[in-house]
């Protein structure tokens, strides 16, 4: 029997919760607080620095927005609004329980505050906008995630060296002007990558999902998942099945008095309710031809299974055009896996099993369940 992967194809086009949580982690909510890390630690000496709380503070309030804003990502929905305060808001108050008001006075404590709301609202904003405009913003907010550096530098200067605090001289020094050109110009380039990333990216999983629906319209998801985990999955090779075939009684005649467009629609709700069934009872490989259904299972309990609640779903489907199934069973050994040319293959189940599946849903009359010897004795 096939058996679905706990590695499912989706965290492998979406990513996994832990990974989401990472990226959100070392893209966004721990970059102004590695900043005033540093920028207190030079200013207190990393002896006294340790025995406070104020880092500890700064990595707890990241780490607990990266894990907040990273599930949601993972679960597919929207980045919470003002998501980017809830670090500064858990830091905030874990400082003030320590410093009190005297937290308010630091003018990196506010700078954090203005930092994390600009990037928030640039951050909603590109929630709302697509092409060129995104792209945009995009690279304003890697431009302002940089100028974080220059910031704190500045307040670091202005701190230990008050008198060159005023812009007018502060960019009197050649290595001021140079620090500053060269953190704008790399939040361009950094901003540049990222909306080049960010588009790959997005077009990327989009092709991703398009091939995995039409890989599962092909192999089914249990074995698709199988496969990208083990591709030994889809190899030839001799195995014992339980076959069912169940075709709709009278469907040629039926169909010779409706329109195309009736019989496809007929169709579709009889395949959509046999889907139903079979993907509940754990099918390992399903093949539709006309009004034809051949559905392989792993065990003689899983088809016998399935045929009942298919006879049950979809003489409700079939009753108000007159029509009814006939259904097949029969067990045994078969070759099963990918058979084709070089360059275009199918996942198929060829042999004796089949053809004498097929003939005993044949001459099984509308309503009827016909079992072999060999599935009845399993």
Same mark, same amino acid.
């Given at each position: 029997?096939?058996?679905?992967?706990?590695?499912?194809?989706?965290?492998?086009?979406?990513?996994?919760? =832990?990974?989401?949580? +990472?990226?959100? /982690?070392?893209? %966004?909510? !721990?970059?102004?607080? @590695?900043?005033?890390?540093?920028?207190? $630690?030079?200013?207190?000496?990393?002896?006294?620095?340790?025995?406070?709380?104020?880092?500890?503070?700064?990595?707890?309030?990241?780490?607990?927005?990266?894990?907040?804003?990273?599930?949601?990502?993972?679960?597919?929905?929207?980045?919470?609004?003002?998501?980017?305060?809830?670090?500064?808001?858990?830091?905030?108050?874990?400082?003030?329980?320590?410093?009190?008001?005297?937290?308010?006075?630091?003018?990196?404590?506010?700078?954090?505050?203005?930092?994390?709301?600009?990037?928030?609202?640039?951050?909603?904003?590109?929630?709302?906008?697509?092409? =060129?405009?995104?792209? +945009?913003?995009? /690279?304003?907010? %890697?431009? !302002?995630?940089?100028? @974080?550096?220059?910031?704190?530098?500045? $307040?670091?200067?202005?701190?230990?060296?008050?008198?060159?605090?005023?812009?007018?001289?502060?960019?009197?020094?050649?290595?001021?002007?140079?620090?500053?050109?060269?953190?704008?110009?790399?939040?361009?380039?950094?901003?540049?990558?990222?909306?080049?990333?960010?588009?790959?990216?997005?077009?990327?999983?989009?092709?991703?999902?398009?091939?995995?629906?039409?890989?599962?319209?092909?192999?089914?998801?249990?074995?698709?998942?199988?496969?990208?985990?083990?591709?030994?999955?889809?190899?030839?090779?001799?195995?014992?099945?339980?076959?069912?075939?169940?075709?709709?009684?009278?469907?040629?005649?039926?169909?010779?008095?409706?329109?195309?467009?009736?019989?496809?629609?007929?169709?579709?709700?009889?395949?959509?309710?046999?889907?139903?069934?079979?993907?509940?009872?754990?099918?390992?490989?399903?093949?539709?031809?006309?009004?034809?259904?051949?559905?392989?299972?792993?065990?003689?309990?899983?088809?016998?299974?399935?045929?009942?609640?298919?006879?049950?779903?979809?003489?409700?489907?079939?009753?108000?055009?007159?029509?009814?199934?006939?259904?097949?069973?029969?067990?045994?050994?078969?070759?099963?896996?990918?058979?084709?040319?070089?360059?275009?293959?199918?996942?198929?189940?060829?042999?004796?099993?089949?053809?004498?599946?097929?003939?005993?849903?044949?001459?099984?009359?509308?309503?009827?369940?016909?079992?072999?010897?060999?599935?009845?004795?399993?």
């Amino acid at each position: 029997m096939i058996q679905t992967s706990k590695r499912e194809i989706e965290p492998r086009i979406r990513g996994t919760r =832990a990974g989401h949580i +990472a990226q959100e /982690l070392f893209t %966004n909510s !721990a970059h102004f607080p @590695i900043a005033i890390i540093f920028f207190e $630690l030079l200013r207190e000496g990393a002896r006294e620095y340790i025995t406070k709380p104020d880092l500890y503070a700064l990595l707890i309030a990241a780490t607990a927005q990266a894990y907040i804003i990273g599930r949601r990502y993972f679960a597919q929905r929207a980045r919470p609004m003002w998501g980017n305060l809830i670090a500064p808001t858990i830091y905030t108050l874990i400082e003030v329980a320590f410093e009190g008001v005297a937290f308010f006075t630091a003018p990196h404590h506010l700078a954090y505050w203005g930092f994390a709301l600009l990037i928030d609202i640039l951050q909603e904003i590109q929630l709302h906008l697509r092409g =060129a405009f995104r792209n +945009a913003l995009i /690279l304003i907010e %890697n431009l !302002a995630r940089t100028s @974080i550096l220059l910031l704190m530098y500045w $307040l670091y200067e202005a701190l230990t060296h008050p008198e060159k605090a005023a812009p007018e001289i502060f960019f009197t020094d050649d290595s001021h002007v140079f620090l500053t050109l060269a953190i704008v110009f790399t939040g361009i380039v950094i901003g540049i990558a990222n909306v080049l990333t960010h588009t790959y990216q997005t077009t990327l999983r989009e092709t991703a999902e398009q091939l995995r629906v039409y890989s599962e319209w092909v192999f089914g998801r249990a074995l698709l998942s199988a496969a990208v985990n083990d591709p030994n999955v889809l190899t030839l090779k001799p195995r014992e099945r339980t076959i069912l075939f169940m075709d709709i009684r009278g469907f040629t005649r039926w169909s010779d008095q409706q329109s195309p467009e009736n019989v496809v629609a007929m169709l579709n709700r009889y395949f959509e309710t046999a889907e139903q069934v079979w993907s509940r009872v754990a099918a390992s490989k399903v093949k539709l031809t006309a009004d034809e259904v051949m559905i392989v299972f792993a065990t003689p309990a899983q088809a016998a299974t399935a045929a009942l609640e298919l006879r049950a779903a979809i003489a409700t489907i079939l009753a108000p055009f007159g029509l009814n199934v006939g259904i097949g069973i029969h067990t045994g050994l078969l070759a099963e896996g990918l058979i084709g040319s070089r360059t275009l293959k199918g996942y198929d189940v060829i042999g004796d099993t089949v053809n004498i599946a097929k003939r005993i849903c044949d001459v099984a009359r509308g309503g009827e369940i016909l079992l072999s010897r060999e599935t009845r004795h399993k």
